[in-house]
């Protein structure tokens, strides 16, 4: 007898799946500190772990995505867990960095997998609520950032080490592995409307793509960058980092589940201008806050940057659909690989400004915290930078209606 497809269970384990993702982030965030305890890792190598954490991404959904037709996201999927479980053990038993370095690269490349595996998935088997079900399953992305997070501050409470805040990245890996266990997955598309080389020209005939792929690099490291870096930007600020990682994703995952629709309705650019402008105030603003005030700048920041990633895709797909669904996967992995060729540069801006402020004589807590609060006044700037760009993009699409190409 053929086995039925089950959609819940289907989707249960791949939200799973992208809580494992989640977890990557939300659990590195938390073991900056002990990286440099344990392993007397410098910032700039702090950098590269994170270049590394996020490097793997983009590559996993270039190669993915294309392969999807063909093999399907069960064998996608296959490769997913496989290199999550590679990933984390290794990452546990590492001893310096250039194992850890290369051991980040199996998570990270799995997390692109997830993406490449079940973002099609879902959207074949909920045809009649595609944006519906696909919103529901990206709050999982910020709310398991939360979680992660919040795991890492109560293990470190109770004395845990930073290998054991890994370990639990086990725990949604394995859940979803044997939730997709024995089951029957939706088969691929046959056929597809739009061919890849029409896509292809779309992109390569289009300014305004090739500035969207410059922005959405800018958009995901003002979101993510920041949030990576939480921990030992903000260890002397007077807040609690983690709870500050937390408040914001959580926000955002709120944002992401109850506001979507008021997003479609709203003009896309606009969303946009405002994500920028509220994002730039709010981190200036972090960047002069201590104590509870860092909790009121969070806020802002959670805010500003809910929409960046959702927006910056429904852009491409109401006013450039020509480049149709390779378009968008492209404009998310540009995004990711800006991000992690910024890990470094942000991990080389907080010791430039410990060195500098240093030589002036700060020490101590002082020090740390003028550093990062420093280095967080470089990171708005990459916001502040976008403010342009959104407000020529608002007048450009006022010309432009959103079928066009």
């Not at 046959?190 to 992109?203: F, G, P």
């Not at 930007?233 to 955002?252: D, E, K, R």
């Not at 690989?337 to 942000?346: A, D, E, K, R, T």
Request: aromatic share 12%; glycine share 10%; proline share 4%.
């Amino acid at each position: 007898m053929e086995k039925q497809l089950n959609r819940n269970r289907l989707f249960v384990a791949s939200c799973f799946a992208l809580l494992t993702t989640a977890f990557a982030f939300g659990i590195r965030a938390g073991i900056m500190n002990d990286l440099v305890a344990d392993m007397s890792l410098n910032d700039k190598q702090l950098g590269w772990i994170n270049f590394m954490g996020i490097f793997g991404f983009p590559i996993a959904t270039l190669v993915g995505g294309p392969l999807y037709n063909s093999l399907g996201p069960k064998k996608i999927g296959n490769v997913a867990f496989f290199c999550h479980f590679l990933g984390i053990t290794f990452s546990i038993l590492s001893n310096s960095f250039y194992t850890l370095f290369f051991s980040t690269f199996f998570i990270s490349f799995a997390n692109g997998m997830v993406e490449a595996a079940y973002n099609p998935m879902i959207a074949a088997m909920y045809t009649s609520n595609r944006a519906t079900m696909l919103n529901r399953f990206h709050v999982w992305f910020p709310g398991g950032i939360a979680i992660g997070s919040i795991i890492a501050l109560t293990i470190g409470s109770i004395g845990g080490g930073w290998q054991i805040k890994i370990a639990v990245m086990y725990i949604p890996a394995l859940i979803y592995f044997l939730l997709f266990w024995g089951q029957k997955f939706p088969e691929a598309p046959k056929e597809t409307t739009v061919s890849t080389r029409d896509n292809v020209k779309a992109i390569f005939s289009s300014p305004i793509y090739w500035v969207m792929l410059i922005c959405m690099a800018l958009t995901a490291t003002t979101e993510l960058g920041t949030q990576s870096w939480v921990e030992r930007i903000l260890a002397n600020s007077g807040a609690q980092p983690l709870l500050v990682l937390a408040l914001v994703t959580v926000l955002m995952a709120v944002g992401r589940m109850f506001a979507g629709p008021l997003i479609h309705r709203l003009n896309i650019t606009g969303v946009l201008l405002g994500s920028a402008v509220i994002s730039a105030v709010a981190i200036f603003a972090m960047s002069l806050a201590t104590g509870p005030m860092v909790y009121v700048a969070a806020i802002l920041f959670a805010v500003g940057v809910c929409y960046f990633w959702p927006t910056m895709i429904s852009f491409v797909a109401e006013y450039l659909p020509k480049t149709g669904a390779l378009g968008m996967s492209l404009i998310g992995g540009v995004g990711m690989l800006g991000l992690s060729i910024f890990q470094p540069i942000i991990g080389g801006w907080i010791q430039s400004h410990r060195a500098s402020l240093s030589a002036e004589g700060l020490t101590g807590d002082a020090l740390e915290l003028a550093a990062g609060q420093a280095t967080l006044a470089n990171i708005a700037i990459i916001p502040l930078s976008l403010i342009g760009v959104f407000t020529f993009l608002y007048f450009w699409q006022k010309k432009n209606k959103p079928s066009e190409g």
